[in-house]
């Protein structure tokens, strides 16, 4: 089995920064693409950023600019810088990971427990 355990979450004033991390552990031959969503209280989960093996990067456009997605393949781990923190990025945050298991043809989705991200005016 795979597990992903965040962390990193916390209470900041607007303006401020966080970091998450991420680390992804067990039965892992390697992983391809990482990634963080978030989801706010009524709303869906939304994607906010994804590095790829290869360090091609994505980001919703909400975000660009302030936050900023990164990994260490050695430490199967992804971060998510997240600075100029606004309310509207309160929500809790989730990372996930496009894993290929040991003795296993096709990859898996595996996600975290979330991470509550909360940003005070």
């Known amino acids: 089995q795979v597990q992903l355990v965040e962390s990193g979450g916390g209470l900041v004033q607007a303006g401020g920064s966080l970091r998450l991390s991420c680390a992804a552990s067990?039965?892992?031959?390697?992983?391809?693409?990482m990634g963080w969503h978030r989801q706010a209280p009524g709303k869906q989960r939304e994607l906010v950023a994804v590095?790829?093996?290869?360090?091609?990067?994505i980001y919703a456009d909400s975000v660009k600019g302030r936050f900023t997605i990164s990994r260490d393949n050695a430490k199967n781990t992804v971060y998510l810088q997240m600075n100029s923190l606004k309310p509207e990025d309160t929500a809790v945050y989730y990372c996930?990971?496009?894993?290929?298991?040991?003795?296993?043809?096709?990859?898996?989705?595996?996600w975290g427990q979330g991470s509550q991200v909360t940003v005070s005016s």
């Open positions: 996930n990971a496009e894993v290929l298991r040991v003795g296993v043809v096709v990859t898996d989705d595996y």
């Open positions: 067990g039965s892992i031959f390697s992983i391809n693409a």
């Open positions: 590095i790829t093996s290869g360090g091609s990067l």
